[in-house]
């Protein structure tokens, strides 16, 4: 019922910014959380960001000061806005709506890599 399309991904320097929007389609409710997980070859799936309709937000400890995660929840979207890039950045980043603590509904993917 929910698709999820990712875009912004791409290759960027060490020390640069890149821009991740994800767009849902199919109904969001309030009680979804919204947020960006990534995964390297050879490594399990980790959290980046996720937050809430309410504003709420949580960000794993390598990237905090450095991405920042917003929702709109007129649009269904949610973007990460990173800064700062560094290649142990580089992964599939993938937008993820958590329904209710019951399923996850996951995007496609998109690449990011950070040359040093």
């Known amino acids: 019922q929910v698709q999820l399309v990712e875009s912004g991904g791409g290759l960027v320097q060490a020390g640069g910014s890149l821009r991740l929007s994800c767009a849902a389609s199919?109904?969001?409710?309030?009680?979804?959380?919204m947020g960006w997980y990534r995964q390297a070859p050879g490594k399990q799936r980790e959290l980046v960001a996720t937050t809430t309709s309410g504003g709420s937000t949580n960000y794993a400890d390598s990237v905090k000061g450095r991405f920042t995660i917003s929702r709109d929840n007129a649009k269904n979207t949610v973007d990460l806005q990173m800064n700062s890039l560094k290649p142990e950045d580089t992964a599939v980043y993938y937008c993820?709506?958590?329904?209710?603590?019951?399923?996850?509904?996951w995007g496609q993917g998109t690449q990011v890599t950070v040359s040093s």
């Open positions: 199919g109904r969001i409710f309030s009680y979804d959380a």
């Open positions: 993820n709506v958590d329904r209710g603590g019951l399923f996850n509904y």
